[in-house]
């Protein structure tokens, strides 16, 4: 009996931001880690914010993300330094007085104490951890939704139409689907699309008829095409 097969981009999705979420959590600790070691020798000194300067990424004209880059300037020994802080508070202005740590072998190697950037590590690896946990949660429902579905045999049979790109990419590849229309007694069409496939390769004919396991009146949203020819 066929099984539903997983989504494999679901699965690389969902383990790359998961592995994210592992990356920036490890960042975070490190950070602190570095931190206890470096504040053994430092030195406490109070610094005025010089610059605030605002970077905002852009992504096909739209603002995507800000980020702030926080210039300092201080004194240590009787000479005055400059540097840059590696966080930012709301309501920060220029003229601010924070206090930062200074290397005494290296005066004009500072560091600030890391508990916001850890903070902002934690929430950046929950919501990517999320979002890859969402991924494999969605495909363990769906392989014991169509599951049910072809053990039970509920489907529709539907007819390939044809190829069209698919919208992946493996390695720089296009992938191609291939579109499927399902037509009932009402002449109402529904379409359905398989999984993505190598450009080399051609799974379905058109004018195939293929089974899509599908509640059809009730998650028409929720469907299999079947992976072997009717």
Not at 136 to 161: H, P, Q, S, W
Request: net charge neutral.
């Amino acid at each position: 009996m066929e099984k539903y097969k997983f989504e494999r981009f679901h699965l690389i999705f969902g383990a790359v931001f998961c592995a994210l979420a592992v990356l920036l959590l490890y960042a975070g600790i490190a950070n602190v880690f570095k931190w206890n070691r470096f504040k053994e020798t430092a030195v406490p000194v109070n610094a005025q914010i010089a610059e605030i300067h605002k970077r905002v990424s852009r992504s096909g004209g739209k603002q995507r993300k800000r980020t702030y880059d926080v210039d300092v300037v201080y004194e240590y020994d009787g000479r005055e330094y400059s540097g840059e802080v590696n966080y930012y508070i709301q309501g920060m202005d220029v003229g601010d007085i924070l206090t930062i740590y200074v290397d005494p072998a290296d005066p004009g190697y500072t560091m600030s104490e890391p508990w916001n950037g850890l903070v902002m590590s934690i929430i950046m690896a929950i919501v990517t951890g999320g979002v890859g946990t969402a991924f494999f949660v969605y495909e363990l429902r769906m392989k014991k939704y169509i599951n049910g579905l072809i053990e039970a045999d509920k489907c529709v049979f539907a007819v390939c139409t044809r190829e069209k790109p698919s919208g992946t990419k493996v390695n720089g590849v296009s992938y191609n689907c291939a579109e499927f229309i399902y037509t009932d007694s009402s002449d109402k069409k529904t379409y359905f699309y398989s999984y993505p496939y190598p450009p080399d390769t051609q799974p379905y004919s058109p004018g195939e008829s293929v089974k899509v396991y599908v509640d059809i009146d009730i998650k028409p949203r929720r469907y299999y095409v079947s992976q072997g020819k009717q």
